[in-house]
């Protein structure tokens, strides 16, 4: 299994661009979560989406942040206008739900100018 | 409301002594317990959980945790500690009696493990 597949790795960008960060749960995984993960606030958790849908998306700080599920591989957070305070590493994570455990990707480390 | 603590930001331990990271929780209904960790530039990784069943959950790279219902609390341990252990460590939860089909988890502000040779 290749786990959590996310892209890319690194991206660093200036204030204003649009940035896209992208996710590939793991196969047959029914939820999908985002994190935002800094030394100041820790571990946020954005947005999740079951079967597709968003579930909680109680966690995304602004109109600036956007993210979608077209299909059960594939999603995507996206911000517009970036601003350096988005730098931080961004996870995305999926579970099941025979096993309640999520699994994380490695992550995309965002540096906004 | 439903919450995790993790009471110590840093942990200091000497490599071949046990080790325990601590964690209490405040959640609705039966706890879903959770323990992750996170080296150094990488994603979090799954160590064990607890759902049912035995009190003592045992878990990857020698890990083990026990489920206290009376203290709400779930802390980490290893018998032996190595400095390739040194991560961040965060404990999850969630509850039963979580509304719909939320799945979200309530996560602790991580524990700095350091195991010193």
């Known amino acids: 299994d290749a786990g959590v597949i996310q892209s890319p790795r690194h991206e660093v960008t200036e204030m204003g661009q649009e940035v896209t960060l992208r996710c590939k749960p793991i196969s047959g995984h029914n939820s999908l979560f985002w994190y935002r993960q800094t030394m100041m606030r820790g571990l946020e958790l954005l947005i999740y989406?079951?079967?597709?849908?968003?579930?909680?998306d109680s966690g995304m700080p602004e109109d600036r942040f956007s993210a979608k599920m077209p299909n059960a591989s594939f999603s995507t957070l996206k911000i517009q206008p970036s601003e350096p305070r988005d730098s931080a590493v961004y996870f995305c994570a999926s579970s099941s739900t025979v096993n309640n455990e999520q699994f994380f990707g490695p992550g995309t480390r965002l540096t906004v100018l | 409301a439903q919450s995790v603590a993790q009471p110590e930001d840093q942990v200091n331990v000497a490599e071949g002594n046990p080790l325990t990271v601590k964690c209490t929780y405040s959640?609705?209904?039966?706890?879903?317990l959770f323990w992750y960790v996170q080296y150094p530039n990488r994603g979090l990784q799954f160590l064990l959980k607890y759902i049912t069943g035995d009190n003592l959950v045992k878990g990857s790279y020698g890990f083990e945790a026990e489920f206290n219902k009376s203290q709400t609390s779930f802390h980490l341990k290893k018998p032996s500690a190595l400095v390739s252990d040194s991560a961040l460590y965060f404990c999850?939860?969630?509850?039963?009696?979580?509304?719909?089909?939320?799945?979200?988890?309530?996560w602790g502000l991580g524990t700095s493990l350091a195991v010193n040779p």
């Open positions: 989406f079951n079967n597709n849908v968003p579930i909680d």
């Open positions: 959640v609705s209904g039966n706890p879903y």
């Open positions: 999850a939860v969630r509850g039963s009696k979580n509304a719909g089909n939320n799945r979200k988890l309530i």
